[in-house]
Nanobody, 125 residues
Framework: VQLQASGGGLVQAGGSLRLSCAASGRTLDTYVMGWFRRAPGKESEFVAASRRSGGMSYYADSVKGRFAISRDNAKNTVYLQMNSLKPDDTAVYYC???????????????????WGQGTQVTVSS
């Protein structure tokens, strides 16, 4: 599976962005999809995950209620809609995929085999 993340940019606090993660090589509808982020000088942080198309979604407490993960099976693309952005959301965002991950490992980066290249999100105050 090859993943291509896009949609990052510079936005003011309170604004919105939608990140996209387009896949090739496999259809994503049965794959676990995740979004992670890494801010400068910090470890990778789990943001959101979707176990499969139509399945449950999971969010980090820091983004719950502001971010939403979704899929478009026809486009083989996963999205991360980010609303009410804060300066603390500034990071490089990565999408990730795997054919199967147990629920307790969804927030663990090393559980995912496939990664996109990352897209920078900068939120100004």
């Amino acid at each position: 599976v090859q993943l291509q993340a896009s949609g990052g940019g510079l936005v003011q606090a309170g604004g919105s962005l939608r990140l996209s993660c387009a896949a090739s090589g496999r259809t994503l509808d049965t794959y676990v999809m995740g979004w992670f982020r890494r801010a400068p000088g910090k470890e990778s942080e789990f943001v959101a995950a979707s176990r499969r198309s139509g399945g449950m979604s999971y969010y980090a407490d820091s983004v719950k209620g502001r971010f939403a993960i979704s899929r478009d099976n026809a486009k083989n693309t996963v999205y991360l809609q980010m609303n009410s952005l804060k300066p603390d959301d500034t990071a490089v965002y990565y999408c990730a995929a795997d054919s199967y991950i147990i629920m307790t490992q969804l927030t663990t980066p090393r559980a995912y085999d496939y990664w996109g290249q990352g897209t920078q999100v900068t939120v100004s105050s």
